[in-house]
């Protein structure tokens, strides 16, 4: 079964770190492109990160650029976010995605992690 | 950035009915649209691609059109389980997606 499972969420204060996991299972995961989808409480969805098969490519949204690293290990099928200066807007549901192979929509999911930032 | 603008926000559809859903885009983006079907508590999930191919596994009662700036996500005929929010999605630059419409039972 093709799945993404992202780990690591939880609460900290405003200017901490955090460090998001997400493990692929049941596809080759060195054959795609990967990406950080978030939402905060209530509201919609929000792509933060990019980062192409052999990480050659990385792109960020302004909102995380500079804040946010995306990274990924293929020999270990997973993807990370490393979180800094948090702030309490950086409070959502954290989704790692995957893209299609022909296409950059994004065709499997994780389940989320949750991250709060509050004092 | 390409900002995307999905109408209405919420629409009240009764079960067996037809839902179109709209989504525009600041500027063209081609056929580089995608629509995602998010319920309560779970992941979005793809349903649309290209503008208009459905993604594997999803009913033909779902289908999308447009090109440009202009995008349709059509549902025929409402069961209960599609009852949820959509997403409309750019990935001609980057990703960007709309702020959702909410298909509620009427």
Redesign the interface.
């Known amino acids: 079964e093709v799945q993404l499972v992202e780990s690591g969420g939880g609460w900290v204060q405003p200017g901490g770190s955090l460090r998001l996991s997400c493990a692929a299972s049941g596809f080759t995961f060195s054959n795609y492109n990967m990406?950080w989808?978030r939402q905060a409480p209530g509201k919609?969805?929000?792509?933060l990160s990019?980062i192409s098969l052999a990480s050659g490519n990385i792109?960020y949204?302004?909102s995380v650029k500079g804040r946010f690293t995306i990274s990924r290990d293929n020999a270990k099928n997973s993807l990370y976010l490393q979180m800094d200066s948090l702030r309490a807007e950086d409070t959502a549901v954290y989704?790692c995605?995957r893209n299609?192979l022909h296409?950059?929509?994004?065709?499997v999911?994780?389940?989320?992690t949750t991250v709060t930032v509050s004092s | 950035?390409k900002v995307m603008t999905q109408s209405p926000a919420t629409l009240s559809v009764s079960p067996g009915e037809r839902a179109t859903l709209s989504c525009r885009a600041s500027q063209s983006v081609g056929s580089?649209l995608?629509w995602?079907q998010?319920k309560p508590g779970?992941?979005?999930?793809?349903l649309i691609?290209?503008a208009s191919t459905r993604?594997?596994g999803i009913p033909a009662r779902f289908s999308g059109s447009g090109s440009g700036t202009e995008f349709t996500l059509t549902i025929s005929s409402l069961q209960s389980e599609d009852f949820a929010v959509y997403?409309c999605?750019q990935?001609n630059n980057?990703?960007?997606?709309?702020?959702?419409t909410k298909v509620e039972i009427k």
């Open positions: 990406n989808v919609g969805l929000e792509w990019y792109y949204a302004d989704y995605a299609d296409f950059f929509s994004m065709d999911w994780g389940k989320g | 950035e580089n995608a995602y998010q779970q992941a979005p999930r793809l691609y290209g993604a594997t997403y999605q990935y980057l990703w960007t997606f709309g702020q959702g």
